[in-house]
């Protein structure tokens, strides 16, 4: 791990345009031993931003670039303190704790070098790749991202961390493998593409204030897991933002007794304010998303919920997989639950359940007749006729090539 030098660099999750100075003048010492020091000066990454362009720039829902962490410093932001990181999670893990000692009151960045990152698995009992670092009541987050950019780093395996305080990671493709923040409070993970982004409340402690931004899970799966999944095992959850997110479902297989949805709420514990904002979500084989009966302050804002049989337009059921036997999947399944659910701005295309506490300038596709203690529902009958070319023109495709031109500073 070293202090940036006076070079010309890659941006942040892009090319940084020549001439751009990051810091000082790197160590003598060989870089096994080097120690990294504060910056002597304040110091930007990135003089400016080309700002996302493409089909994904226009998208109504999901990803578009515009998204950004909250309390988490940009390139053209002023740092107090930069560092690089070798590609390894010991010494990310190392550059966090030094950045973080160092900029408590201010802004602080660690960049990772291109490199390979192994992973132990997404499951509660995996190893952490990453934990027990960063501290609360940070005056900002600490930035984590590759040096030279989205794809600059590659991962082997599906990754945990665990028990990590004030950090935004942003721009690391985990994908075909999948994340799992636990017991973590202040943390962002975003502008990532991945199979599964994963939150739990586990026997680390409780889990507070965490932000999925931007991230996208672009591919249907034939498995009998839910998609994503938020849970408490012994500590509560309180406060979990899916921001500008895209979810594709996944389809349990022909002859599964599974439950298969594609954001579930479950636990021993409390699970309360879910925020789902400008997010798309396609239903997996049973619904969408589905609270569990501790959750409360589940908000959907500005969101697209797809069922029914309309996410067959763009996800067809593959081969082996269980041909919708218990019905067509309702886009939000909240029956038996009382004053969870709200909405504001949002549309669900397919079944609504449950009896909602609020519901603002929101449409349906099906009956409005959804019971709601404030406002309600319109009814449009024709988004249960939208097609292919409907949700390419509202939901692009992410696809790679999309995603970098909304992704680059």
């Known amino acids: 791990m070293a202090e940036l030098d006076r070079r010309a660099a890659l941006l942040l999750l892009g090319a940084l345009p020549a001439g751009v100075l990051l810091g000082c ?21 990135a003089t400016s931003g080309a700002g996302p362009t493409g089909a994904l720039a226009a998208a109504s829902y999901g990803p578009n670039g515009t998204h950004w962490p909250s309390r988490t410093p940009r390139a053209t932001d002023t740092f107090d303190v930069v560092v690089e990181a070798d590609c390894t999670w010991a010494a990310i893990s190392k550059a966090i704790a030094y950045v973080d000692e160092r900029s408590r009151d201010g802004a602080g960045a660690v960049l990772v070098k ?15 790749v990453i934990q027990l670092v960063g501290s609360s009541g940070r005056a900002s987050r600490v930035l984590v991202a590759p040096r030279d950019g989205i794809g600059s780093i590659t991962h082997t395996g599906s ?11 942003v721009g690391f493709w985990t994908h075909p493998n999948s994340v799992v923040l636990t017991s973590v409070e202040d943390v962002a993970w975003a502008w990532s593409k991945g199979q599964a982004f994963n939150a739990t409340a586990g026997k680390g402690g409780p889990l507070s204030n965490v932000e999925f931004v931007e991230c996208v899970t672009p591919d249907a ?24 997110c895209y979810i594709a479902p996944s389809y349990k297989p022909a002859g599964s007794t599974a439950h298969c949805d594609t954001l579930q ?11 789902l904002k400008d997010t798309v979500l396609f239903a997996s084989t049973n619904a969408g998303f589905i609270p569990s009966g501790l959750a409360k302050n589940v908000m959907f804002d500005g969101s697209l919920l797809v069922a029914g049989d309309r996410m067959l337009q763009r996800y067809p059921v593959p081969a082996q997989a269980n041909n919708f036997t218990s019905g067509a999947p309702a886009a939000v399944n909240g029956s038996g639950t009382r004053g969870i659910l709200s909405s504001r701005g949002s549309t669900f295309i397919g079944i609504v359940r449950g009896e909602w506490a609020s519901v603002q300038s929101s449409t349906i596709s099906g009956s409005a007749s959804v019971p709601v203690a404030s406002g309600g529902f319109t009814s449009d009958p024709s988004l249960a006729k939208i097609d292919a070319a409907w949700l390419e023109r509202t939901v692009p495709v992410p696809s790679d090539d999309r995603l970098r031109a909304i992704w680059a500073l």
Request: charged content about 20%; glycine content about 10%.
């Open 114 to 128: 291109p490199g390979t990152l192994p992973g132990n698995g997404a499951g509660s009992s995996s190893a952490p």
């Open 159 to 169: 990754i945990r961390i665990d028990r990590v305080k004030g950090v935004s990671f």
């Open 221 to 244: 799966k034939l498995t009998e897991s839910d998609a994503w999944a938020f849970r408490t095992a012994g500590n509560v959850l309180d406060g979990v933002s899916v921001i500008g």
């Open 265 to 275: 709420l479950s636990g021993d514990k409390a699970q309360a304010n879910i925020t």
């Open 25 to 45: 003048a790197p160590d003598a010492a060989p870089a096994a031993r080097a120690t990294p020091r504060p910056t002597p000066k304040t110091t930007t990454l």
